[in-house]
């Protein structure tokens, strides 16, 4: 007996998103930056991938570049096409992204006119490393860390508003690690750890939560 409703189609066959097409026409421009794909050929697939029907029409488009060493490529195509980054966009108000949250393996941070904060101090964090693309733009971006993390700065242009990197160079061979690209823009960028008032903070946090 049937239930009287269609099987969904295989997840091949299944229709792409807007969000999908993004994500893998992101993959392809890191392939081209990392020289896997010379850009008359990202030309070609990105033309592919803005006009890809499914995700098997997408997967097909990365097949070729998966266990190669790109960054966040892992698995299936269906893998790829749910790994999405974190988008933070400070538009004309800012974003202020803090407290208890999830980090994603990948996060992008456009500062525009209100800029971008991103505080990772109390945030739970899967993976042991996390690849983070700032804009500074015109109000900038900064990161808090925890004490305990390590910050790789050295991939970030300057641009007007420089970079400025606060984070202690002592940390454990294993810390988890924030690799940072992208440009400062006009306001730059600052990458640092907790200051007094938010450590003190931090420390409130903790030995409420302990006497529990």
């Known amino acids: 007996m049937t239930s009287g409703f269609p099987e969904a189609a295989p997840w091949?066959?299944?229709?792409?998103?807007?969000?999908?097409?993004?994500?893998?026409?992101?993959?392809?421009?890191?392939?081209?930056?990392?020289?896997?794909?010379?850009?008359?050929?990202?030309d070609e697939r990105l033309e592919q991938a803005l006009n890809a029907k499914t995700h098997g029409d997408l997967a097909a488009?990365?097949?070729?570049?998966?266990?190669?060493?790109?960054?966040?490529?892992?698995?299936?195509?269906?893998?790829?096409?749910?790994?999405?980054?974190?988008?933070?966009?400070?538009?004309?108000?800012?974003?202020?992204?803090?407290?208890r949250w999830q980090v994603p393996a990948r996060v992008t941070a456009h500062g525009g006119m209100g800029g971008v904060v991103l505080d990772l101090t109390r945030a739970e964090c899967p993976a042991r490393a996390v690849d983070l693309e700032v804009h500074g733009q015109m109000a900038g971006v900064t990161v808090v860390i925890p004490d305990d993390w390590a910050a790789e700065t050295s991939g970030i242009e300057p641009g007007l508003g420089g970079v400025k990197d606060r984070t202690t160079?002592?940390?454990?061979?294993?810390?988890?690690?924030?690799?940072?690209?992208?440009?400062?823009?006009?306001?730059?960028v600052v990458v640092r750890h907790p200051k007094g008032r938010e450590r003190r903070q931090l420390e409130r946090e903790t030995k409420a939560l302990a006497s529990r």
Do not use: C, N, W, Y
Request: cysteine-free.
């Open 12 to 42: 091949g066959e299944q229709r792409a998103s807007h969000t999908d097409r993004e994500a893998v026409v992101q993959r392809l421009q890191q392939a081209a930056a990392e020289g896997r794909i010379d850009f008359h050929e990202l």
């Open 169 to 188: 160079p002592d940390h454990a061979p294993d810390a988890p690690l924030l690799r940072i690209t992208g440009t400062g823009g006009m306001a730059g």
């Open 61 to 99: 488009l990365t097949a070729d570049l998966q266990g190669a060493g790109l960054r966040g490529i892992v698995g299936t195509g269906r893998e790829l096409v749910e790994d999405r980054p974190l988008v933070l966009k400070g538009g004309l108000h800012g974003v202020v992204r803090k407290g």
